[in-house]
Structure formats: C-alpha cells, structure tokens
C-alpha cells in the first residue's frame, strides 16, 4: 500500500511579507458626545449625576447708598461752578481793565468792540468805570491781539461753567425723578432757590 504524502508547506517569498490573521477593523475609543460649556445651573459631574450650581446673588444698591452718592456728586459739581465763576470774574476784569486802558490809548470803541464781542455801550461803559488810567505807549496791533486773547479766555470760562451747571441739573432731575431728595433738600445741596428747583420739577413733568 503507498505511503501517505505529506502536505506542502509553502515556502515564504523573498520580499512579500508573510499571511497573517485577517486584521479586522481597528476598535479604536468610542466618541461621545462633546462635553460643552454649562448651559445653566444644571451641569453633569464625572459620575454621570447633575450637579446644580447657585447662581451669585446680584448686589442691589440701598436707598441710603444712592443718596449718599447723589449728595456727593452735588457737593462736587457745587464746588466746580464756584470755581468758574470766580475764574471768569477774574478774567472780565482783566479784560475790561484793557479795554478801558486801549480807550485811554486812543483806540476807538468800534475797535474794541470788534475783537471783544461787546457792544458800544458796553464798551464806553466800561471805559468810563476806570478813571486813573495813563497813556501806556503800546502799539494798537500789541493790545488788539491781547484783547482777544483775553476775550477768547473769557468765552471758554463762560462755556466751561456752563457744561457743569447742565451737569448739575441732570442730577437734579435724576433726584427729583428717583425721590432720593426732596426740594428744600436739593435747594440747599445745590445753593439754588427752592423757586429753581419747581422749575426744574416742572420741566421733568413736562418731558414725561
């Protein structure tokens, strides 16, 4: 009876790698849903549970607060109008002093009133208030240049003073419309008249 053959093995060709298993597809890490900013309160921990987060509480001002505050900024916008206002006393006088010192000099009223902004009247009034004025010996163009400057000075002080005083009276319309003050109180804060203070609750009536 002949043998048996025995299998082939077959042999490994030079250069091509040899048969392993079938790879399968790669089992790579789940992906799950993309963890998110915390939409509220309620937010999931590691555990899987919901965890709520309190909410800071919102700091709300007192009356006493918004008062003191009020009272402040009064006190502040106060000083600075008495500030302008001296500051543009200081300026008119320096001004009319040269007006009335370009008169002595023989300039014309005209000329003053011209760069000044002032009015005839205004001017000889002026240059009649100082009577120990002497001849200065300053050329015309030297003092038509300074009297404007000096008048120029003076506009932007009254304009200054304005924008505070306007200031002042949106915190007084703030006040009144808000009842943190009253207006005897305000009247005293401010300096005013109670009779300025009705205005400007007449004026707040009016706009609501």
């Known amino acids: 009876m002949p ?16 048969a392993g298993p079938a790879a399968g597809p790669a089992a790579g890490p789940v992906a799950g849903p993309a963890a998110g900013p915390d939409a509220g309160p309620q937010a999931r921990s590691a555990t899987g549970r919901y965890t709520y987060r309190a909410k800071a ?31 543009i006393r200081t300026l008119t006088a ?7 010192q370009a008169v002595e ?9 011209a760069v000044t902004g002032e009015n005839l009247r205004a001017v000889r009034t002026i240059a009649l208030a100082y009577d120990d004025l002497h001849v200065s010996g300053i050329r015309r163009s030297t003092q038509l240049a300074a009297l404007k400057a000096k008048s120029q000075e003076l506009e932007a002080a009254g304009k200054h003073r304005q ?11 703030v006040a009144l419309r808000n009842g943190v003050c009253d207006e005897l109180e305000l009247a005293s804060l401010t300096g005013l008249t109670p009779d300025h203070i009705r205005r400007s609750t007449r004026s707040l009536a009016r706009s609501a």
């Open 163 to 173: 924008q505070i005083t306007e200031r002042r009276e949106a915190l007084i319309v």
């Open 57 to 87: 509480p919102t700091a709300q001002r007192s009356p006493n607060e918004d008062h003191a505050k009020l009272v402040h900024a009064l006190g502040v916008h106060r000083q600075l109008i008495s500030h302008a206002t001296s500051a």
């Open 94 to 100: 320096a001004r009319n002093e040269m007006m009335a």
């Open 105 to 113: 000099d023989g300039l014309t009223p005209a000329m003053i009133a």
């Open 3 to 18: 043998g048996k053959i025995a299998p082939v093995q077959s042999l490994p060709v030079p250069g091509r790698p040899a």
